[in-house]
């Protein structure tokens, strides 16, 4: 290889090694929170009910034993303001899991869930979901959820994934021009 070539190489090096140190020391904080709140969320269902209760089993799996989704709710609702009654009962979502016979009850303004018997419309769980407040850290949309916007977690979500674009492609030209260099 001649030594212009060389040279040219080296620099490109030194410019691929900016980039990524840069890269990585303005977007550490960032990086943090995707890491650490990424490893939670995968360990969510085996955190023994501390992340995310446990989903338990109703009384029967089969659809024509079940109550009214309404009436589910009006119980769910009852239930949430008996057993919580400093928090707000605007619903969320309902989780339905037919082969388990339950439906889950998540709540717009609290991380608070009650998992119900569909058939019997009994409590079966009460409990915290800390890993939707993991989720909300996780992709940003937890400062749309203060502030009512919608924009934040676009561009946090566009930085995180451009720059792990960046770091995937600078690490492996660190790792690569080297080699090149050497042959």
């Known amino acids: 290889m001649s030594t212009t070539r060389r040279q040219e190489q080296a620099k490109l090096l030194r410019v691929v090694r900016k980039i990524h140190r840069w890269t990585g020391a303005s977007l550490f904080v960032v990086f943090l929170f995707v890491g650490i709140t ?6 969510k269902k085996d955190s023994k009910g501390y ?4 989903t ?3 009384s029967s799996a089969k659809a024509e034993d079940w109550l009214a989704l309404n009436n589910l709710q009006d119980r769910a609702l009852f239930l949430i303001d008996s057993l919580h009654p400093e928090l707000d009962s605007s619903i969320d979502r309902l989780d339905v899991r037919p082969g388990k016979g ?3 009850f998540t709540f717009e303004n609290h991380y608070h869930e009650l998992q119900l018997d ?3 419309g009994s409590l079966l769980s009460s409990g915290k979901r800390r890993s939707d ?3 909300h850290i996780h992709d940003g949309s937890i400062i749309d959820k203060q502030f009512g916007s919608g924009f934040f977690k676009l561009l946090y ?6 720059a792990l674009l960046v770091f995937t492609v600078t690490g492996f030209w660190l790792w690569y021009g080297p080699k090149r260099m050497r042959k």
């Open 38 to 43: 990424g490893l939670l969320l995968g360990w």
């Open 102 to 104: 339950i439906v889950k």
């Open 118 to 120: 569909l058939s019997t």
């Open 133 to 135: 407040l993991l989720e």
């Open 51 to 54: 992340l995310l209760p446990d």
């Open 157 to 162: 979500t566009t930085v995180a994934g451009l």
């Open 56 to 58: 338990q089993k109703g």
